[in-house]
C-alpha cells in the first residue's frame, strides 16, 4: 500500500482525535446536600446552692417551707438544666448526620469518576487498535520494499548472465527500469520513516496514558480506603454519643428516683437533712457536673477528630479531581 504525506498526516491527526478522552466535569450532575442552619438552644447554666437562694429569695427565706421542699426547687432546677444540655447534645447528633450526607455525596461523585476513566480506559484501547493498524501498515510497505529488491536483484542477474548479448537499448531498458525501482524504493523508505516516526510518538503517548492511568487507580484505592475508616469512625461516633445519651438518661432517672424518695419523707419539722447529709449532696452534686463537663469535653474531641478527618478526605477528593482534569488535557 503506497501513502502519501498528507494522507498520513490525516490518519495520525484521525487517531490524536479520538484518543483525546471527553471532559468528566459535564457528566458529573449530583446535586450536594446543603446543610440547613439550625437554631442553637442556649444551655442553661447549672447552678450551685447560692444561685438557688438567689433566684428563690422568698422562698428560701420563708419560715413556712421546710428544708425538704427547698432541695426539690433545687433539684427540679438542676432536671431544667440537664434537659437543655440533652437538647444541645441532640443538635450535634443532627449535625453528625449532616455530615455523614456530605460524605455520601462525595461516594457518589467518585463513583461517576469511575465511570468516566472507564471511559477513558475505553479511548486508550481504540487507540492502542489504531496503533496496530499503523504497524501492519508498515508490515506491509516493508514487504514491498523486499519485494522491488528482489526483482531489482533478479533484473541485475539477469544482466550479468547475459550482457554479451544485450545491445546497447536493452541494457538502456534495464537501466531506466532500475532507476525506476530505486525511486520508488525511495519514496517508501520515506514514507516508511514518517510512519516509523508517528508509529513511535503513538507508542510514547499511549504509554504515557497508561502510567497515568496506572497512578490515578492507585490513588482512587487510596481515597476508597480512607473512605472506609471515615465510615467506621462515623459508627464509633454515634455509638460513642447513644452512650453518652444513655449515661444521661440514667442519670436522669437517679435524680427522679430521688424525687420521689424525697417526696416520701416525712414533713414533720423533725425530719430534716443533717448538716453531712446536705454535704453529702452538695460532693454527688458537684461530682455529677464534673461528669458531664467531662462528658461534653470528650464529645467536642471526638467532633473535632472527625472534622478533620472529613477535611482530608475532601482535601484528597479535590486533588484526586485536578489530576484527573489534568489527565483529560
Known sequence: MNFTEDQLK??????????????????????????????????PPTPGILAEKSAYPDILESTHIDETQREILIL??????????LEALKIENAQFKEQLEEIDWHRKKLKQEQIGRARIENK?????????????????????IELLQKKIKNNK???DNNKIQRDNVLQEQYEAENSRYKLQIQTLQQQLEIVSG???????????????????????????????KLKIEIYNLKKEVGDVKAQYINMEEEYKNYQRKSLNRSSSATDRLSTSQIDKQQKLETQF???????????????????DRCFKYESQILELQFELQNYQK
Open 289 to 307: 457536673h464534673l461528669d458531664v463537663k467531662q462528658l461534653k469535653q470528650a464529645n467536642l474531641q471526638q467532633k473535632k477528630q472527625f472534622e
Open 124 to 144: 486508550l484501547k481504540k487507540l492502542e487498535d489504531e496503533y496496530k493498524k499503523v504497524v501492519n501498515v508498515q508490515k506491509q510497505s516493508q514487504d514491498c
Open 76 to 85: 427540679q432546677n438542676q432536671n431544667q438544666s440537664l434537659i437543655g444540655e
Open 157 to 159: 542477474d539477469s544482466f
Open 198 to 228: 508517528e508509529r513511535n510518538r503513538i507508542k510514547d503517548f499511549y504509554e504515557n496514558k497508561k502510567q497515568d492511568a496506572i497512578s490515578n487507580q492507585g490513588k482512587l484505592e487510596k481515597v476508597t480506603n480512607e473512605n472506609k
Open 10 to 43: 490525516a490518519m495520525i491527526a484521525q487517531f490524536e482525535k479520538d484518543a483525546v478522552p471527553q471532559q468528566l466535569s459535564s457528566q458529573i450532575n449530583i446535586k450536594r446536600p446543603t446543610k440547613p442552619i439550625k437554631p442553637q438552644l442556649p444551655v
